[in-house]
């Protein structure tokens, strides 16, 4: 598969728990039980092919105690969302759809009930796939948690045996169909780790896509230094939001000069919504979150619309318990369910997908500034070849866009 339809890929982000309604702390056996809610995701990827997107980013689907992330068996669908069959089913409509299939790996950390943190600390083996501290007398004293939590007990990524698991597993899914992965907290890997990794994966597969999971740092670097070939745009993400919450374009204008300079090396995956951030609409209103998918779709990357954000859905996310819920909420059965009330977003989206389609070439497009203040900001998208996009955005006297490109032009506002 060629590195263009790589780039070309515009994921629709859905997390799967969520998505389907299943119990994300289940307390008993009964809502533990196989049931096969993956089968509901099937019945969206015609709204997805519809909004113009042709890739599907999974988070988690594997068996896990609770949100996903607390893996307790990384070859095993969680029972939530059914079993192999049910996965397989999936695969094969999305592949029959054209539709690229990335899921979410985590491989910082697993769930402290999984067997072999369990075998590891009672001393039956696997001790060297975790930071595991014993006194003298063997009694266990700590082990490193991610992010201080102590249900996410963290790999030892320098061990030999943690490579060969986490490219087992990649290996695994990837025979049965998986495309791309999400690299869950690649913040937090050693980027070296990836080079004992994804290489052996890439012999097997050249056709996969690896992005990271990076919030801060030395992007370049750390793609350079992993071998993996894209990271999340966080940097991107907040001067969108931010700029035009705060009437402030000189922001998203310095981001996107170091929007630019990395694109020098990689293509970084760009977004304005995912499962860890409040909803683009609750963050800045739903006037100014069309202003920011219009910023979205027209830079260089390859743009991840997280499921709801193209129907104007709000939710905010709490630093509590159940703090993720409202931003990962169930969606209807089918489309039939959606009613109404997102249409204006969802086609302003649906537009918005059809010029980049138009100019495929954005993909890899630098931006140039043409006018510059508080509130009002005009760039040029210009293509390797020379290709050329015009995009006026203003906040007075409402938010809207003017973009305009040889053979069309489209308005938002």
């Known amino acids: 598969m060629s590195d263009d339809l790589n780039l070309n890929t515009i994921w629709w982000q859905v997390y799967p728990l969520g998505f389907t309604g299943a119990p994300i702390r289940p307390q008993s056996a009964a809502e533990r039980a196989v049931t096969p809610r993956l089968d509901m995701v099937i019945g969206w990827l015609d709204y997805l092919i519809d909004l113009g997107a042709n890739g599907l980013l999974l988070n988690p689907v ?84 991610f992010e201080g939590n102590a249900d996410l007990p963290e790999l030892n990524h320098d061990d030999p045996e943690t490579a060969r698991l986490v490219t087992d597993v990649m290996l695994h899914w990837m025979r049965r169909g998986v495309d791309a992965w999400r690299l869950d907290a690649a913040y937090a890997v050693p980027p070296a780790f990836w080079t004992r990794v994804l290489p052996d994966v890439r012999r097997a597969f ?31 993400w907040k001067a969108i939001w931010s700029s035009i919450k705060s009437g402030n374009f000189y922001e998203l204008d310095w981001s996107l000069k170091r929007h630019n300079g990395f694109m020098d090396s990689f293509t970084p995956l760009t977004f304005v919504g995912n499962h860890d951030v409040t909803r683009i609409v609750s963050q800045i209103g739903v006037q100014e979150a069309a202003l920011a998918m219009a910023v979205l779709f027209t830079v260089g990357g390859c743009p991840s619309l997280y499921y ?60 140039v500034p043409t006018d510059l203040g508080n509130l009002h900001y005009g760039y040029d998208a210009v293509g390797r070849g020379g290709e050329r996009l015009h995009v006026d955005l203003h906040l007075e006297p409402t938010p809207g866009a003017d973009i305009a490109y040889e053979g069309g032009s489209f308005r938002v506002g």
């Not at 999936?90 to 790996?105: K, T």
């Not at 950390?109 to 060297?128: K, M, Q, Y």
Request: proline letters at 5%; glycine letters at 14%.
């Open 206 to 236: 050249p056709d996969a896509w690896f992005m990271g999971e990076v919030i801060h740092g030395d992007y370049p670097a750390i793609v350079k230094d992993s071998g993996m070939d894209s990271v999340t745009q966080y940097e991107l």
């Open 62 to 145: 594997f068996a896990s105690t609770s949100h996903g992330y607390d893996t307790v068996d990384y070859y095993r669908i969680d029972p939530r969302l059914g079993d192999d069959a049910a996965f397989d089913r999936l695969v094969e409509a999305c592949h029959g759809r054209g539709i690229r299939l990335m899921l979410d790996g985590a491989f910082n950390h697993v769930g402290s009930a999984h067997p072999l943190f369990r075998d590891a600390i009672a001393g039956r083996g696997h001790g060297n796939l975790f930071r595991i501290e014993r006194d003298g007398d063997g009694n266990v004293t700590g082990y490193a948690r």
């Open 308 to 367: 709801g954000d193209e129907q104007a859905w709000r939710g905010v996310k709490a630093d509590a318990m159940g703090g993720d819920d409202a931003i990962r909420p169930m969606y209807p059965a089918t489309p039939d369910g959606l009613g109404h009330g997102g249409d204006r977003m969802l086609h302003l989206v649906q537009g918005l997908i059809s010029v980049r389609r138009r100019n495929p070439w954005l993909a890899t497009a630098t931006t």
